[in-house]
């Protein structure tokens, strides 16, 4: 696997450090890494703005500029490559702009219609120069990243592949360019308006964003193709952005995302035998899908799980308010508290799998019991319901003094805001309220002692 | 040449029945794209047309030999998830849809390159030509998987026709049809259905990568040249349909560049370019929407304005002597009036005397009109709308371009009946100063 022309000392400590590895494979690697994580940081402001999509268009649409800039310089040079993509890139914005402005296209069917047409011009003109090299349509579209290694030139001692110091030279560039630019970048991102106010140009700013993908599109081309590159744009900024809500966390978050995903993606391939490129945007939608099942902040489960607690809060603390009700009457007619049958408390709490998971949970921990064919509350049930029916009527108590509802409308808001009162707004009702009893003469209970 | 005519006459049975297989798909395309164009679905039928290519590998990791009912299953299973893919992200996370179809179209093509890389790998894996599904290959293409092509085309279209009314309320009106009582989510998918299905034949002699432009290209040229749904539908058909027949027919026929792997020009990109010239062609072209005819229009109106501003300013030269047939100089006019000179005399309204202009007798008539039109819509910014002396000569510049006979028409009317009706051309009711553009003259 050694490459034809190495460094052995070099290579040898490249081995050590990559436990195992060839300096081929190191190589391989590092690259995907590298270029993963440029595409994942530039990527994020194309999430972030809404433009995945003319991300998407520029990705498939430098094709033409790439072919163009080789056949008119007859070599695979990084400089006229670049030129090439870029002004094809800026192209695309433009052409797609102005389709929708004057031709009257919508958006998206004016994309369309630029990317694939450039694509297939793409696509004809490298097949007509593909005879006499190695540029096929094939590499276009997966990129060769299994062949960077063996195309390296000398930096400072070190046989570095040459596509890999493309990448890293951009991966700097879009760096320094979102360190000395956040400011800008930040509120372009979130509010284009007050940026246009602030005298921040959105054109200067919408177009350096493209040129700066499109230049990222140009030196990842080699190593992962065009298409698969979108992937790469889109998939860890939009992981990232399910992961936080703050800019510079959602940077770093998706820079940690792609490498991930490359280092994953990578291994996938060496398993299977199979195309890296390919691989890394497999497994970078793997992790978009990932974070957007189980991510804390936003992820779908515990958005799920937090509304299925929530859910499952209210109708304990509805089942405790229940029998404490029915303890109420009780005592007022001077006998025990009539159970609650089963079958009624689960009417009365919608029924289904979370009315028997409150019920349950309340026998268990002690705070309802069966008895006498029924539900009953333990004195601890008694006294943590005590709380909900003092937040209950103590707002109701403050919804008839300050506003003018009749007293049937006071049940239904007071039954909501039992479960969202806090601790300190329940202590301040209770200081508004002078008088023991809740408007409809039920007794107001006192805030629990110990508490 | 002649190569092309013997196929376009249809002379071989296999060529005649690929191109019929790709002339109907192409028309099915171009059908089912306007809905979906119109829904602003174009690019999610990307992201299925990228995600149908691990569906064809899969199909023959399965059944292990190249059946082409299979690929299509594949395909079609495979493109349904990225399209509820795209739904799920869309209604159940915060990512925005822009997002989540770039993430199908990276994501799946990936697999799909993936798994293909697999299957070439195995004995025997690249004769499941799978490299033709890429950017397609329609001389690859049997008779058998033409035919089957046509029929799933023809079945497409089959489906818009009969389900032509739901498709159409839901893309002009989707909230008006939801109120209506229309099952619209059931419309939608069904729609993003058949466009799935057309995707998925359409594979075979386009490819993935292209597949979207025989959806979106068709449907945006239509577009150019009406503004009604059913000749839309109509003419995207006819569109598609010649992209698919003529894209097939030069693919097959062009001079082939003889490179090692790939033989032959692939057909996708032959097929996109066809569409894109009809599609520049209607952009250019088309007598309504087109950029032309809309140039066409501006630039005559900006010479209307251009020549109506020198007749009002040599109208107010002449005004002072009081007598219109008086010879004068542009010299003596604003120079920004002076830009409608040109038009003016090739519309014979001026005419040189010696080495000065005169108006002619229609030249006359015209500057008196236009002088009318603006003093009048003077008087009524005065009257009418309370607006200060000074102010009005601004406003009455933009607006005497621009007033119909039927309005002057009623502006006579309103001012007569208000008693302040001057006959023949009106006095200014302001200073003649140097005006602005088109109003100044000189006092002298």
Redesign the interface.
Not at chain 1, 50 to 53: K, M
Not at chain 2, 98 to 115: E, M, P, R, T, W
């Given at each position: 696997m050694t490459p034809p022309h190495s460094q052995p000392g070099i290579d040898s400590a490249w081995a050590v450090l990559s436990l195992g590895f060839g300096a081929t494979e190191a190589w391989t690697l590092a690259t995907a890494v590298l270029c993963a994580v440029g595409c994942g940081v530039v990527g994020c402001f194309?999430?972030l703005r809404?433009?995945?999509?003319l991300?998407?268009a520029i990705s498939h649409s430098v094709l033409p500029g790439l072919a163009a800039a080789f056949i008119i310089t007859q070599s695979r040079g990084t400089i006229p490559m670049l030129a090439g993509a870029l002004v094809v890139g800026l192209l695309t914005g433009f052409l797609s702009a102005g389709?929708s402005r004057?031709?009257?296209?919508?958006e998206?069917?004016?994309?369309?219609?630029v990317f694939?047409?450039l694509?297939?011009?793409g696509?004809?003109m490298i097949?007509?120069v593909?005879?006499d090299v190695d540029l096929?349509?094939?590499c276009v579209?997966?990129g060769l990243i299994e062949f960077v290694p063996f195309d390296r030139i000398g930096i400072a001692g070190l046989e570095v592949p040459r596509a890999m110091v493309g990448i890293g030279v951009m991966l700097l560039v879009s760096v320094t360019l979102i360190v000395v630019f956040f400011k800008e970048l930040r509120i372009t991102a979130f509010d284009p308006s007050l940026a246009t106010t602030m005298g921040i140009s959105a054109a200067v700013m919408h177009y350096g964003l493209m040129g700066v993908v499109a230049a990222t599109t140009v030196v990842s081309f080699e190593a992962v193709g065009s298409?698969?590159?979108?992937?790469?744009?889109?998939?860890p900024?939009?992981a990232a952005?399910?992961m936080t809500d703050r800019l510079h966390r959602m940077l770093w978050l998706a820079a940690g995302v792609a490498a991930l995903a490359a280092v994953l993606g990578y291994g996938a391939?060496l398993a299977?035998?199979?195309?890296i490129?390919?691989?890394?945007?497999?497994a970078?939608?793997?992790m978009?899908v990932l974070a957007?099942l189980l991510a804390p902040a936003?992820?779908?489960l515990p958005r799920l799980v937090r509304r299925y607690a929530l859910s499952l809060r209210i109708a304990r603390e509805d089942l405790l308010g229940l029998l404490y009700r029915r303890y109420e009457k009780g005592q007022a007619a001077g006998t025990e508290a009539e159970p609650l049958a089963e079958a009624a408390a689960m009417r009365a709490l919608g029924g289904g799998m979370l009315s028997r998971l409150a019920t349950w949970g309340l026998r268990r921990e002690g705070l309802a019991e069966v008895r006498g064919g029924g539900l009953v509350a333990t004195s601890a049930g008694l006294s943590r319901a005590r709380g909900v029916i003092r937040s209950h009527r103590l707002w109701e108590s403050y919804l008839a003094r300050n506003l003018p509802l009749p007293a049937d409308h006071l049940h239904e808001p007071a039954h909501r805001a039992e479960h969202f009162l806090t601790p300190e707004a329940v202590e301040a009702l209770s200081e508004m309220t002078p008088e023991s009893v809740d408007p409809h003469g039920k007794s107001i209970p006192p805030a629990s002692r110990g508490e | 040449m002649d190569q092309l005519i013997r196929l376009l006459t249809l002379q071989d049975a296999n060529t005649r029945t690929v191109l019929l297989g790709t002339t109907i798909l192409g028309g099915a395309s171009g059908v089912v794209g306007v809905f979906a164009?119109l829904r602003?679905?174009?690019?999610v039928a990307?992201a299925v047309a990228?995600a149908s290519l691990p569906g064809v590998c899969l199909a023959y990791m399965v059944v292990g030999d190249r059946s082409f009912a299979a690929f299509m299953l594949g395909a079609l299973v495979m493109g349904l998830i990225a399209g509820g893919f795209i739904a799920f992200?869309r209604a159940?996370?915060?990512?925005?849809e822009?997002?989540?179809?770039?993430?199908?179209?990276?994501?799946?093509?990936?697999?799909?390159?993936?798994?293909s890389?697999?299957i070439q790998?195995t004995p025997g894996g690249t004769k499941a030509g799978l490299?033709g599904f890429?950017?397609g290959k329609a001389a690859s293409m049997v008779s058998t998987d033409a035919a089957l092509i046509g029929v799933v085309a023809a079945v497409v279209l089959l489906g818009c026709v009969l389900l032509f009314k739901e498709f159409r309320v839901v893309c002009f009106d989707r909230e008006f049809a939801s109120g209506q009582g229309w099952p619209t989510l059931l419309i939608d998918m069904l729609l993003m259905m058949l466009v799935c299905v057309c995707t998925v034949a359409g594979l075979p002699a386009v490819g993935v990568?292209?597949m979207?432009?025989l959806?979106?290209?068709p449907?945006?040229a239509a577009?150019?040249w009406t503004e009604r749904l059913t000749p839309m539908v109509l003419l995207a058909g006819v569109i598609g349909g010649t992209c698919g027949l003529l894209g097939t027919a030069l693919s097959a026929t062009l001079p082939a560049?003889?490179?090692g792997?790939?033989r032959g020009?692939?057909t996708?990109?032959?097929i996109?370019?066809v569409?894109?010239a009809v599609?520049v062609v209607s952009?250019l072209a088309a007598p309504e929407?087109g950029?032309v005819a809309?140039w066409v229009r501006r630039s005559r109106l900006r010479r209307r304005i251009a020549r109506q501003n020198l007749l009002r300013a040599v109208y107010e030269h002449l005004e002072r002597g009081g007598d219109f047939a008086r010879a004068w100089t542009p010299a003596a006019l604003e120079p920004g009036a002076v830009r409608g000179l040109p038009a003016a005399r090739r519309a014979g309204l001026v005419r040189a005397s010696g080495a000065q202009l005169v108006l002619t007798t229609e030249g006359r008539a015209a500057a008196a009109r236009v002088v009318r039109a603006h003093r009048l819509w003077e008087l009524f910014l005065i009257t009418g709308a309370s607006l200060a002396t000074d102010r009005v000569d601004r406003d009455a510049d933009e607006i005497e371009h621009h007033l119909s006979p039927e309005l002057l028409a009623q502006l006579e009317a309103r001012l007569a009946a208000e008693g302040r009706l001057p006959a023949g051309v009106p006095r200014s009711p302001h200073e003649q100063t140097a005006g602005p553009a088109g109003a100044g003259v000189v006092d002298s």
């Open positions: 194309l999430v809404r433009l995945s999509l991300g998407d389709l004057w031709g009257r296209v919508s998206d069917s004016s994309l369309g219609v694939s047409s694509f297939a011009l696509v004809l097949t007509w593909a005879r096929d349509p094939g579209l997966y298409i698969l590159v979108v992937a790469m744009l889109v998939a900024g939009a952005q399910l391939a299977l035998n199979t195309s490129a390919g691989m890394i945007a497999t970078s939608l793997a978009y957007a936003h992820g779908w | 164009v602003k679905r174009s690019l990307d990228h992200v159940a996370t915060r990512t925005k822009d997002a989540a179809i770039g993430l199908a179209v990276g994501g799946f093509f990936g697999l799909g390159i993936a798994l890389r697999i790998s490299d890429i950017f990568v292209l979207v432009s959806i979106v290209i449907a945006a577009r150019f560049p003889q490179s792997l790939s020009w692939p996708g990109p032959v996109t370019l569409g894109t599609f952009l929407r950029v809309a």
